[in-house]
């Protein structure tokens, strides 16, 4: 989508059209011009106005000249300002080429609204109507080069070889991963790809690549992998095996739970005595872990018992670290 949406733009700006040859040039594309032909074919039949003109033997394509002015969008006040406002959603993606176009968006929206409006954009009260929390600006610490590298690699479907840091077991590895994806995280982005040295599709938080290059070698997507069916069963981002977990919930925090979906397999029972039983596959228990220490003494883990020891050794140390402190 990105490499067609390159070719879009350098179509729009062209007043005499662009061969595939011009446009694999200027565009600097690692792919091949047989892409190129795809890349038309797919937004000809996805409805964009193209046209091809044949000079001397040479094929021009361009856009059709109607479609060159701004699109002739009805909007009102209230939802350009609610567009706007809404800016804040995207900063996660700080450092992605599809954040650049998002803030040229938003930069033109503001223009084209009247400047009695522009102090209201910038401070609308005390306290906006709604907020994001984000993480303290982690994004804007990564390069934007590398993310940018890594959108190259997915786009063109280049392996790419990185020492990557291990934050459990404190170490460096080298790896060849088959980028397939980016995912942005709580506040986080991630690499998901197929690694050579696991032998199995896994998450990569980006801030550890220590050191990355976009290798010649190209990949294949297995046609059986879908993102989504990939994430279903994660906790969170994190994978593992499939593991059949049971909570109680005491009658505290019973309705806090039942207000929430916190994963698309749970289900929810409700107790005489106000409390309620949520039953969850996971894949891997390392973040429901957290998820349920982080509820205190109103949940307790009855399956499997692994997972209950695994708590009760983490409250255990936690108790044994405060009483250190109390000396």
């Not at 106005?49 to 002015?69: I, K």
């Not at 009695?116 to 303290?136: K, N, R």
């Given at each position: ?92 993606l700080k450092g992605t080429s599809i954040y650049k176009d998002l803030d040229s968006l938003f930069t033109k929206i ?218």
């Amino acid at each position: 989508m990105a490499r067609q949406w390159k070719i879009i733009q350098a179509l729009l700006t062209s007043k005499t059209g662009k061969t595939v040859g011009d446009l694999h040039k200027i565009l600097d594309l690692t792919c091949d011009k047989r892409s190129v032909y795809r890349d038309i074919q797919d937004l000809e039949a996805a409805g964009f106005p193209l046209m091809c003109e044949t000079v001397n033997g040479a094929q021009y394509w361009s856009v059709m000249e109607h479609a060159r002015n701004p699109l002739p969008i009805p909007h009102k006040v209230e939802e350009l300002i609610a567009l706007y406002l809404s800016k804040d959603m995207m900063v996660d993606l700080k450092g992605t080429s599809i954040y650049k176009d998002l803030d040229s968006l938003f930069t033109k929206i503001k223009a084209g609204i009247h400047e009695s409006f522009h102090d209201y954009l910038e401070q609308s009260g005390p306290l906006p109507v709604v907020s994001f929390q984000h993480s303290a600006g982690q994004l804007e610490k990564m390069t934007e080069e590398m993310v940018s590298r890594l959108e190259a690699a997915i786009q063109a479907k280049q392996y790419v070889d990185m020492t990557y840091f291990t934050q459990s077991r404190k170490t460096e590895t080298q790896r060849r991963v088959a980028p397939y994806t980016l995912l942005v995280s709580q506040g986080s982005i991630y690499l998901i790809g197929h690694c050579e040295l696991r032998q199995e599709v896994r998450f990569f938080a980006v801030n550890r690549i220590r050191k990355l290059v976009v290798s010649d070698a190209t990949y294949v997507i297995p046609e059986d992998f879908q993102l989504d069916q990939f994430m279903k069963p994660s906790f969170g981002i994190y994978q593992g095996p499939e593991t059949h977990v049971k909570i109680r919930f005491s009658s505290e925090v019973a309705d806090l739970i039942k207000e929430r979906v916190w994963h698309p397999s749970q289900i929810i029972t409700d107790h005489t005595d106000g409390s309620i039983l949520f039953v969850v596959t996971v894949a891997g228990t390392e973040e429901i872990q957290r998820w349920v220490m982080g509820w205190g003494e109103y949940a307790m883990v009855l399956e499997p018992e692994s997972l209950r020891q695994d708590i009760l050794t983490g409250i255990t140390q936690m108790v044994e670290t405060y009483q250190a402190v109390q000396g």
